[in-house]
Structures are given as structure tokens and as C-alpha cells.
């Protein structure tokens, strides 16, 4: 056989075997950058069509984004940048946060992204030399506090949140606790297995000063028998308290109590004494995280956890902490074992997205 043929027959027979070569490179910058595809129907020009899918981007943004209750309190506000990856046949994955302005802002941005990811939303992809190629993507996002009205909605109830006065205890927060020490009572049903813990309420002082719950929290499990002894100490202070005024006009207006738990029998002392303990390693916890001492914070909260492990109070400090650190796996951990124990849906809408920034 003519040395050349062969030569050339060898060549063709490695290419027909070989694998071919695919470009998985991710670009920061393409010739032809990905786009939004809502644009795409219009007889223009690319350039026109980039435009347009940059400012519907945004615009989609600004509909869908719910400002977190958290970032309007404490006034937070800024640009949010996310990042994540268009492939090649115009998927969008791997998104994440690379800046964040706190209070719930970053989550907030990615949960709408997550939206379009779960509702398989194919973006057109961007392209080299005519061919789509994987294209790093990054996003700002504007958060900007404007005038919210002076009250929320809660369910079926008007709650004002902007006040002149606000609402108080007659006799102020020390004969507040007086009063519900004194009115709580200890549900017999509990001693037997020295049930221990902590039921939040937040209730509802309306214009007559009569009181209703807005939401109750048991953090430890307790059951119905401890929720009827909460909510009938607390709707007991039903015309005790200095209802808040805006302008001049009594409004109804939310309180937050914290409701303790502990067993009267002499037998539950030991555990009295280890849930003391632990509620007291939780408080210097939080107080050396929110001083900057993070890591030696979370270790305290991690031992009151070692203590109770199943004390949902204590999972959602620490869940806090870690989702403050950007450490979703953790936080997702944390949160989830929390909204199963205490029933809570603060987080039903952010979880999925803590949790899958935590992969």
C-alpha cells in the first residue's frame, strides 16, 4: 500500500474513533453576550434586542420582588449582585450571590432566579464565532425603600407598624411580666415526662384594648395543653394595656411575649437545671456573634444545641448565624430541622433557596 494512503488512512480511522473535542470553558465575556428571551419575536437589530432584553430583565425583577419585612425595618437598601452560568443551550445554572445587602436582600433576588430555573426558562444563549458557548452571567439588582404605608396586613387583621405612641403595658414591661408569671399556669399533663420549654406569641391589641393572637410558636414541642395555657394567660390582659395612637387616632398595633414552660415536680430538677444551662450558653452565644465573635458565638449555641438537641429556638439562632456567615449548608440544616419541629413558615419561601446555595 502507497505509504501516503496509509498514513492518511490511520489519520481518518483516529478521528472516527477519538472522541470530539467539546469546549466546556466557562467565558466571562463573549462575542455575542446571553439574553433574556422575551425580545426575540422583534424584527430589529442585535443591538436593539440586547437593549430590550436588559431593561425586560429588569423589569421582570422589580415585579416578582417581594422587599423582605427584615430589610425594611432596619433600612436596609442597595444594589444585590448575583452571578450565574448560561449554557450552551440556554439554561441557566449555578446561580449565586456575590454581594449582598443584608436583610434577606440576596435571598430575595436569588429566589426569583430559582423561579425561572425551576420553571425551565431557556435564555438564548451566547456565542463565539457564531457557536453558543457556556457564558458567565452577572445581574445587578436595586433594592430601594420607598414610603410604605403605616400598617400590614396579617392574615385578616390590620397591624400598624408606624406610630405616634406605641402600644404599651399599663405599669410597663416589668408589671407585664408580673402579670403573666402570675397567670400562667403549669399544665399538669406536662410533669410526667418533665416537658420543658419556651412558647412565643404575638398578639394583638385592636382600638377597644381588647387582645387577640396574631401567631404562637412552641419551640420545644409542648403541645395543645401549654398552647391554651399561653394564649389564656396572654388574652387575660385584655383592657391592661395603652393602646397606640397614629395621628392622633387609637390603632390597632402587635406585642411579641415569650411564654416559659417549667415543670413543678421535684423529679425535673436535673432537667431544669440542663435547660437553664443551655438557655444561658445560647444568650452569650448570640451576644458574642452579634459583638463579632462568630465562631466562638456559634460554638456556644452549638453546645446548648449538644444539650437540646431538638430545641427550636436554638436551631434558629445558630440557623441565623450560619445564613449571616454565607454557610448555607449549615443554615439549611439548621432551618429545616427547626420549621419541622416548631411548625413555623417564616421560611417556607427562602429555604428552598438557602438550601440549594448550600449544595
Not at 473535542?21 to 446571553?34: C, F, G, L, N, S
Not at 423529679?267 to 448570640?286: H, N, P, R, S, V
Not at 454565607?326 to 416548631?342: G, H, I, K, P, V
Request: aromatic share 10%; glycine share 6%.
Amino acid at each position: 500500500m502507497n505509504k501516503l494512503l496509509f498514513t492518511a488512512l490511520i489519520s481518518a480511522l483516529v478521528c472516527m474513533c477519538l472522541p470530539a473535542q467539546t469546549d466546556t470553558t466557562i467565558y466571562q465575556v463573549a462575542e455575542e453576550m446571553p439574553r433574556f428571551p422575551v425580545c426575540e419575536g422583534l424584527d430589529t437589530t442585535l443591538e436593539f434586542k440586547t437593549q430590550c432584553s436588559q431593561q425586560q430583565l429588569m423589569a421582570f425583577m422589580s415585579r416578582n420582588i417581594v422587599y423582605p419585612y427584615e430589610a425594611r425595618i432596619n433600612g436596609n437598601e442597595g444594589t444585590v449582585v448575583l452571578t450565574f452560568v448560561i449554557e450552551k443551550d440556554g439554561s441557566l445554572t449555578n446561580p449565586r450571590i456575590v454581594k449582598d445587602v443584608g436583610g434577606g436582600c440576596g435571598l430575595e433576588a436569588l429566589r426569583i432566579i430559582n423561579a425561572l430555573v425551576e420553571q425551565e426558562v431557556k435564555w438564548v444563549p451566547g456565542k463565539n464565532k457564531g457557536k453558543p458557548v457556556r457564558t458567565q452571567f452577572t445581574l445587578p439588582v436595586r433594592f430601594r425603600l420607598q414610603e410604605a404605608p403605616p400598617y400590614e396586613i396579617i392574615g385578616m387583621d390590620t397591624v400598624y407598624t408606624r406610630l405616634d405612641e406605641p402600644l404599651e403595658y399599663i405599669g410597663g414591661q416589668e408589671a407585664l411580666f408580673e402579670f403573666l408569671n402570675n397567670k400562667l399556669q403549669y399544665p399538669p399533663s406536662g410533669n410526667d415526662s418533665c416537658l420543658i420549654g419556651t412558647i412565643d406569641i404575638q398578639l394583638l391589641v385592636d382600638r377597644r384594648g381588647n387582645v387577640r393572637i396574631l401567631d404562637l410558636t412552641d419551640y420545644n414541642a409542648l403541645g395543645s395543653d401549654f398552647w391554651y395555657a399561653a394564649i389564656n394567660a396572654v388574652t387575660s390582659t385584655a383592657g391592661k394595656w395603652k393602646v397606640a395612637t397614629l395621628e392622633g387616632n387609637k390603632v390597632p398595633s402587635a406585642y411579641n411575649v415569650s411564654l416559659s414552660f417549667v415543670p413543678e415536680r421535684a423529679a425535673c430538677k436535673a432537667k431544669i437545671d440542663k435547660y437553664q444551662q443551655a438557655a444561658t450558653l445560647a444568650a452569650e452565644g448570640a451576644e458574642l456573634f452579634n459583638n463579632g465573635e462568630q465562631d466562638a458565638g456559634i460554638a456556644k449555641i452549638s453546645r446548648a444545641i449538644e444539650l437540646f438537641p431538638n430545641d427550636a429556638n436554638f436551631l434558629y439562632m445558630r440557623g441565623q448565624a450560619y445564613l449571616e456567615m454565607n454557610r448555607f449548608a449549615e443554615a439549611c440544616a439548621d432551618l429545616t430541622l427547626m420549621r419541622s419541629l416548631a411548625l413555623v413558615n417564616w421560611f417556607d419561601t427562602l429555604l428552598p433557596v438557602i438550601c440549594s446555595q448550600g449544595k
